[in-house]
């Protein structure tokens, strides 16, 4: 049984007042947390404000990062390492987002580095897939699903692909208000986890977590839940909001 993960990916949004308020209030509307994993991701300035939210609240959420840099130190002007990241209580970090991607020209290789510093390292990457909605209206998806996936992955090992938390996010579908129906979203996770057991082991693909990103809300959690092959969500913007995050956290299952 795979356990579902929720992450919440706060993009450049909350200062460290903000970001300290938010997650006070989303412990105190969350239970237990048995049954899933939760993962708030702020900007770097606020992740020293989430991790003391956290240990004052005792909750069981857990502090991610957005980004890291494949170095483990040296002369990058702007970029974070993992130790900095382990040192502000983090135990994520998103990998790949089309964000990067898009934005700051972040390349597969890149992202494969990337992963690998990560892997050495007790953090759990999150590695964010998908198609733009040019790619997916030529009848692309696979190919570049495919493609991300080879890229990324390229010359890990079975074990070290089995740490990996994968993050489907049609680009078309963030931050649009668009969001892939149900069936959409199944379809493409069974590709990957297809994919997944063609390259690198049936065992793996079973196991593998794999998340559905792009304009998730309170109102089509629990359809996608309901779906066998997706293990959770990451979330933009419903996460700033702490009562939506909450509803999504303690989605319905079907």
């Given at each position: 049984m795979r356990r579902a993960v929720i992450a919440g990916n706060w993009k450049m949004f909350k200062t460290r007042g903000e970001a300290h308020s938010t997650v006070r209030e989303l412990a105190a509307l969350l239970g237990p947390l048995d049954e899933c994993e939760v993962v708030v991701c702020p900007p770097f300035t606020a992740l020293d404000a989430v991790r003391n939210a956290i240990q004052e609240t005792a909750s069981k959420i857990q502090c991610g990062a957005q980004n890291v840099h494949w170095e483990a130190q040296g002369a990058f002007t702007g970029e974070v390492s993992v130790s900095m990241l382990l040192d502000c209580g983090c135990r994520y970090v998103i990998l790949g987002h089309s964000e990067r991607r898009e934005y700051f020209s972040e390349t597969d290789v890149m992202i494969n580095k990337k992963l690998r510093q990560v892997l050495s390292s007790p953090l759990t990457p999150i590695l964010c897939i998908g198609e733009t909605?040019?790619?997916?209206?030529?009848?692309?998806?696979?190919?570049?699903?495919?493609?991300?996936?080879?890229?990324?992955?390229?010359?890990?090992?079975?074990?070290?692909?089995?740490?990996?938390?994968?993050?489907?996010?049609?680009?078309?579908?963030?931050?649009?208000?668009?969001?892939?129906?149900?069936?959409?979203?199944?379809?493409?996770?069974?590709?990957?986890?297809?994919?997944?057991?063609?390259?690198?082991?049936?065992?793996?693909?079973?196991?593998?977590?794999?998340?559905?990103?792009?304009?998730?809300?309170?109102?089509?959690?629990?359809?996608?839940?309901?779906?066998?092959?997706?293990?959770?969500?990451?979330?933009?913007?419903?996460?700033?909001?702490?009562?939506?995050?909450?509803?999504?956290v303690n989605f319905r299952k079907a």
């Open positions: 909605l040019r790619q997916r209206e030529q009848g692309l998806v696979l190919q570049v699903v495919a493609s991300q996936l080879e890229g990324g992955l390229a010359g890990l090992t079975p074990s070290e692909v089995s740490r990996i938390i994968l993050a489907y996010e049609p680009v078309w579908a963030i931050g649009t208000g668009r969001t892939a129906t149900p069936e959409i979203a199944e379809e493409v996770h069974q590709l990957i986890r297809n994919w997944l057991k063609e390259k690198i082991s049936s065992q793996v693909a079973s196991a593998a977590r794999i998340l559905y990103g792009g304009s998730v809300k309170p109102e089509n959690i629990d359809d996608l839940m309901a779906q066998p092959d997706i293990d959770g969500a990451l979330v933009g913007g419903a996460s700033l909001d702490p009562k939506a995050f909450a509803r999504i």
